[in-house]
């Protein structure tokens, strides 16, 4: 029983969240990247065939598209065997994803405490209200905490696992020949790629040069290049590149892995072993531009564990996730350095129009107060975490032998990059919600306070009590954990009218409901902000009208608004309300009968 204690809790804790992932409301987000998926999907076929990949700035190009790509293909896959509806089946898919994020953290969390400290920090992170709401309706923030999860813990059991090789005496001629083949790898493969663009535009020049009477090796191809319109050519020409450079690069991909094998017999266990880990990295940059940060966490672990013996897996590990960032991102495919720095820039400095609430006043995304970051982990993670977290940071310091390696990893994870996102005013809102992948060194050092206690008795009545608070906030809450505050802060309660509450507006689910139970036929109603929430979960004869359109009904039945920015006040003020979504003293929507 002891044995599969751990498997036994967390298999509860699977389970409790699959009873519950059809009660969410869809987040705001959710309709534009199901949009920037659907046209991701179908660059994998317009990009071969015709040499064009439809997807602009304004289609969120500068988001990495693979875990909505994926969620995208899974759902609509789901539907066709399971009796939910696809808002529905997309929420399964975040949880499953938060879920295994969660077994990623006690993977790592084993890698340095005991079974039962490992299980206690475990369940104090997955049992967090705020990560709970976030698991089951967040399409972009909990599974880029989940992808970093497990790049990270595939990255430590990969480089855990390399056994020290012997070193290999290379004559001065086979040190040259490798050396030359790899250079030549580096340049040719990557070149073509990153220089896809600049290709296509010698292309067209070519061909335009060919099409005004000018010799060059297009007009020699063509017998009457006039014949057909330029772009037809341009097309053509730019397909057959992409095809004999993906013939290239296999070939010559393989050429140099013989090379390499022959000189070094390891190399496919080096290879097999790395593999994995870097396919997750790859795939976790292809969903958040912030992903290498996992791959230089585990190149720091892997030099401080095993030093140079690791050079060799490290530059495979960087190459292989490069390659299936590439691969999975199509908005890259025609102009990768460029488009992917533009992305970085983008993402740190994002637009966002919309006011940010933080203690009762308004700010600007990229001009909030120093306190901003400190404020809301202190108030919306539960009071045990902070008070667990210094005490493990503590133990882990004065146990500089056993914990050093675990100090020096959370540091990079957590401090370093909190004090970047404080100090460099990187643009922040909802909260902290873009961050949440820094997080889990604060459960691993409160794991290490849970180990210092030696009495094993002890150990799990500490856990026990230190979970309380989640799971209370959880049952209080739901469906809308998200909007958790501790009681320093006074809870939801004390933070409502000072700090953002149902910012996305999943509770448009539950108005929907609402109004569907009690509106007549064919009713008119009116949705403030983000209607298509409400839409989604509305019955089919309701007719929907929301600001931005042209078209408006004399008068509407019920008027649907939620209270971000005071609009339950300023959105028909004289209407009676007959109806009010809270928790805890918070109204999170209100339904008004003008």
Same mark, same amino acid.
């Given at each position: $029983?002891?044995?599969?204690?751990?498997?036994?809790?967390?298999?509860?804790?699977?389970?409790?969240?699959?009873?519950?992932?059809?009660?969410?409301?869809?987040?705001?987000?959710?309709?534009?990247?199901?949009?920037?998926?659907?046209?991701?999907?179908?660059?994998?076929?317009?990009?071969?065939?015709?040499g064009v990949v439809n997807i602009a700035r304004e289609d969120l190009g500068f988001y990495g598209p693979f875990f909505v790509m994926l969620t995208d293909w899974a759902s609509k896959s789901l539907s066709t065997i399971l009796p939910f509806?696809? %808002?529905?089946?997309?929420?399964?898919?975040?949880?499953?994803?938060?879920?295994?994020?969660?077994?990623?953290?006690?993977?790592?969390?084993?890698?340095?405490?005991?079974?039962?400290?490992?299980?206690?920090?475990?369940?104090?992170?997955?049992?967090? %209200?705020?990560?709970? *709401?976030?698991?089951? $309706?967040?399409?972009?923030?909990?599974?880029?905490? !989940?992808?970093?999860?497990?790049?990270?813990?595939? *990255?430590?059991?990969?480089?855990?696992?390399?056994?020290?090789?012997? %070193?290999?005496?290379?004559?001065?001629? !086979?040190?040259?020949?490798?050396?030359?083949?790899?250079?030549?790898?580096?340049?040719?493969?990557? *070149?073509?790629?990153?220089?896809?663009?600049?290709?296509?535009?010698?292309?067209?020049?070519?061909?335009? !040069?060919?099409?005004?009477?000018?010799?060059?090796?297009?007009?020699?191809?063509?017998?009457?290049?006039?014949?057909?319109?330029?772009?037809?050519?341009?097309?053509?020409?730019?397909?057959?590149?992409?095809? /004999?450079?993906?013939?290239?690069?296999?070939?010559?991909?393989?050429?140099?892995?013989?090379?390499?094998?022959?000189?070094?017999?390891?190399? %496919?266990?080096?290879?097999?072993?790395?593999?994995?880990?870097?396919?997750?990295?790859?795939?976790?940059?292809?969903?958040?531009?912030?992903?290498?940060?996992?791959?230089?966490?585990?190149?720091?672990?892997?030099?401080?564990?095993?030093?140079?013996?690791?050079?060799?897996?490290?530059? $495979?590990?960087?190459?292989?996730?490069?390659?299936?960032?590439?691969?999975?991102?199509?908005?890259?495919w025609t102009n990768p350095i460029p488009r992917f720095f533009q992305s970085l820039q983008e993402m740190s400095l994002y637009p966002w129009l919309g006011g940010v609430i933080f203690n009762g006043s308004q700010y600007q995304s990229t001009?909030?107060?120093? !306190?901003?970051?400190?404020?809301? /982990?202190?108030?919306?993670?539960?009071?045990?975490?902070?008070?667990?977290?210094?005490?493990?940071?503590?133990?882990?310091?004065?146990?500089?032998?056993?914990?050093?390696?675990?100090?020096?990893?959370?540091?990079l994870w957590f401090v370093i990059p909190l004090l970047a996102f404080i100090f460099m005013r990187i643009a922040l809102y909802d909260n902290f919600r873009q961050i949440l992948f820094i997080l889990p060194p604060i459960f691993l050092m409160?794991?290490?306070?849970?180990?210092?206690?030696?009495?094993?008795?002890?150990?799990?009545?500490?856990?026990?009590?230190?979970?309380?608070?989640?799971?209370?906030?959880?049952?209080?809450?739901?469906?809308?954990?998200?909007?958790?505050?501790?009681?320093?802060?006074?809870?939801?309660?004390?933070?409502?009218?000072?700090?953002? $509450?149902?910012?996305?507006?999943?509770?448009?689910?539950?108005?929907?409901?609402?109004?569907?139970?009690?509106?007549?036929?064919?009713?008119?109603?009116?949705?403030? *902000?983000?209607?298509?929430?409400?839409?989604?979960?509305?019955?089919?004869?309701?007719?929907?009208?929301?600001?931005?359109?042209?078209?408006?009904?004399?008068?509407?039945?019920?008027?649907?608004?939620?209270?971000?920015?005071?609009?339950?006040?300023?959105?028909?003020?004289?209407?009676?309300?007959?109806?009010?979504?809270?928790?805890?003293?918070?109204?999170?929507?209100?339904?008004?009968?003008?």
């Open positions: $029983m002891k044995k599969h204690l751990s498997a036994i809790i967390l298999a509860c804790v699977f389970i409790a969240g699959l009873l519950t992932f059809d009660q969410y409301g869809e987040s705001w987000d959710d309709r534009s990247l199901q949009k920037y998926a659907e046209k991701s999907i179908a660059a994998y076929t317009t990009f071969p065939q015709e509806s696809l %808002p529905d089946l997309r929420h399964l898919i975040y949880y499953l994803t938060y879920f295994a994020g969660v077994l990623a953290f006690h993977s790592i969390a084993k890698r340095w405490l005991t079974q039962i400290s490992a299980l206690g920090a475990t369940l104090l992170f997955a049992l967090q %209200p705020v990560l709970w *709401g976030h698991a089951f $309706m967040n399409p972009k923030d909990t599974p880029f905490l !989940s992808l970093f999860l497990l790049s990270v813990s595939f *990255g430590i059991h990969a480089f855990d696992s390399l056994k020290p090789d012997s %070193p290999i005496d290379l004559s001065p001629r !086979s040190k040259r020949t490798l050396a030359l083949l790899t250079t030549l790898w580096l340049v040719s493969v990557f *070149g073509l790629f990153i220089f896809t663009q600049a290709i296509h535009t010698y292309i067209e020049i070519l061909v335009l !040069s060919a099409q005004a009477g000018n010799t060059n090796i297009f007009s020699l191809i063509a017998k009457d290049i006039n014949a057909v319109p330029a772009e037809t050519y341009i097309q053509r020409y730019f397909v057959l590149f992409l095809q /004999l450079r993906t013939y290239y690069s296999l070939l010559i991909t393989l050429i140099l892995l013989i090379a390499y094998y022959k000189l070094n017999p390891n190399l %496919p266990i080096y290879l097999f072993t790395v593999l994995p880990a870097a396919l997750v990295l790859g795939l976790s940059t292809s969903t958040r531009i912030l992903g290498p940060f996992a791959g230089l966490l585990i190149t720091y672990y892997a030099l401080r564990t095993k030093g140079k013996q690791a050079i060799l897996a490290i530059s $495979m590990y960087a190459v292989i996730a490069l390659m299936a960032t590439y691969l999975s991102w199509p908005y890259l001009d909030l107060p120093i !306190s901003y970051l400190p404020t809301l /982990l202190a108030i919306q993670l539960t009071e045990p975490v902070w008070l667990l977290s210094l005490a493990g940071w503590v133990v882990a310091v004065q146990n500089k032998e056993k914990k050093r390696t675990l100090v020096e990893v959370a540091l409160a794991g290490v306070a849970f180990e210092a206690i030696k009495n094993v008795k002890w150990q799990a009545v500490l856990i026990v009590v230190s979970l309380l608070p989640g799971v209370i906030g959880i049952l209080a809450l739901h469906p809308y954990e998200y909007i958790y505050y501790n009681q320093f802060v006074g809870g939801v309660n004390g933070a409502k009218d000072r700090f953002e $509450m149902d910012y996305w507006a999943i509770s448009y689910r539950e108005a929907a409901d609402y109004v569907n139970s009690v509106a007549t036929p064919n009713a008119d109603v009116w949705v403030e *902000g983000p209607a298509q929430l409400f839409s989604l979960f509305a019955r089919e004869d309701l007719k929907i009208y929301s600001s931005g359109e042209l078209d408006r009904a004399e008068s509407y039945e019920y008027v649907v608004t939620f209270t971000r920015y005071n609009f339950d006040e300023t959105v028909y003020p004289e209407a009676e309300i007959v109806h009010v979504i809270e928790r805890d003293g918070a109204v999170l929507t209100v339904i008004k009968k003008p």
